[in-house]
């Protein structure tokens, strides 16, 4: 693959119509999901009660956030049945949970029951009567969410990783006896640590999040001090670290096992899975790609003449590799990103379809799609969905395979 920058990034999708295309569906799905709760809600976005104004939407927002408390007009009435002087509505007046029991499993083009404006699903509705339009719009937010903070985390991971690994080789890390007497007993302590301190929170996010802190500071803490040591006494290091061959072996590891099987085990063991934990948890799974590119890419670069002469000039090894190195190897890095991205979308549908992954109360695409066993003849609950799983996932892989391609 050749080496490309942002400019010829964008020149090849301007100069392909399907990269435009794809460019103007991924922007589409990006406003529904910021704008979501604008678009369909069950909420007013404006409302006057008893001359008093409201702005319930905004509201939400702001008791999410801590600054205040849900002001709501009457609270022994559901927002759709208080008399308001002057209202201001969603063009969708439900959320993904509003329930219409006057019309269950209705399709777009079927006569439904209208009540004070109540009651238009242009398309359609599935159990319970609820609004397969307003499902979509806020399962959007999720597949984009999953998407694209998984693939952040997976890059963190993998730029970091193959960055190092790929730069510095088996052979230019070198160790003394006391890096290694304190490396392994507190590699050990820092797993036993990690793994009896999330049991200890019950949020699964804090729960993965504070563990891989816990073993991080357990082993960053005693090697620095040991390179202390070494530094005060003049110890000399004459262990060589294989990182390159620690690293690609840590990846044939993780590759080695379906990633659809070790997503099983490990929201088998978390007792209250969220879509948080489902991102974490496809962040560390599939960061092996980003970190076997980026490996590759500077076991060129650190050959190249910019980067030994920044080694001739007396710059450390990390300000080599971050300020010089990766800037280069990073243009790239963006197809594997893109196409991670639809990989990520389409774990998520499948796990929420098979009921796995999130939250129940949490709507998705995926949800929607399993929604459509219960009555297999309810065409629409299968078309809508997965017809915004296709052109997501459609897109991204698009922009990718683009991308990829030799300039002419």
Known sequence: MEKINNNTFLRKLKNSKSGRFSLIIIFLFFIIAIFGDFLSNEKPIFCVHEGTSYFPIFNSYAHECGFSNIKHPDYTKEWREIEFEKVLWPILPYSGYTTDLKNKFKSPFQEKIIVDGF?????????????????????????????????????????????????????????????????LPFLLLGIYWAYISSFNIGHAFWQLLIGKLILFFSLFIPLAFAEYLCSTFNIEKSLSLPLDLILMRLIEIVNSIPGLLLLFALLAVIEFPSVWTLIIIIGLIRWTTIARFVRAEMLKLREIEFVQSAKVLGLSSLRTIFLHALPNALTAVTITIAFGIASAILIEASLSFLSLGVNEDTMTWGKMLSYARQKPSAWWLAIFPGLAIFLCVYSFNNIGDILSKKSD
């Open 119 to 183: 009651g238009k699903h242009p398309f359609g509705t599935g159990a319970l009567g609820k609004d397969v339009a307003a499902g979509i719009i806020h399962g959007t937010r999720i597949a984009l969410l999953v998407g694209i903070c998984s693939m952040f985390i997976a890059g963190i991971f993998g730029i970091f990783l193959g960055g190092i690994a790929g730069y510095f080789g088996d052979n230019k890390i070198k160790l003394s006896w006391i890096h290694m007497l304190l490396f």
